[in-house]
């Protein structure tokens, strides 16, 4: 749980936080810090609508969040968010990475949204 604003508190599904903004600050020990991830990611589920997931976008980067990734496991795909109108769409056919936020994080998400074989099969 993340304080965003005052009276704004939200639970990305992940989230990173990078040393740097956590100012030399260490380990937050509050249940909610007041604190703005640098990503946030979103796992889409089919009870999400369309404007809730705009208000949530809206307000992530309202925050300060530099990026954020909605994950899709219906249709195999990640929308990255770089800000409220810029993103990018992508399948199981390419790779998601962490861009400035990240850096050297690649992603394949051919992987990421394989069905595992359960062992033994």
């Known amino acids: 749980m993340l304080q965003l604003f005052p009276d704004q508190v939200r639970i990305p599904d992940v989230c990173f936080v ?7 600050s260490g380990f937050p020990q509050q249940a909610a810090p007041s604190l703005a991830p640098d990503l946030a990611v979103e796992v889409l589920s089919p009870g999400n609508t369309d404007q809730e997931m705009h208000r949530k976008l ?3 980067f309202e925050a ?10 219906r249709d195999k795909s990640v929308t990255s968010y770089t ?6 769409r992508l399948t199981e056919a390419d790779q998601l990475t962490g ?6 994080l690649t992603i394949d998400l051919a992987k990421l949204f394989e069905i595992p074989t359960p ?3």
Do not use: C, Q
Request: cysteine-free; glycine content about 14%.
């Open 64 to 73: 300060g969040v530099r990026l954020v990734w909605y994950v899709d496991p």
């Open 83 to 88: 800000a409220v109108e810029k993103s990018t």
């Open 58 to 60: 809206e307000e992530y």
């Open 119 to 121: 062992p033994g099969d």
């Open 18 to 24: 990078s040393w740097e903004r956590l100012k030399g």
């Open 99 to 104: 861009g400035d936020v990240l850096p050297g």
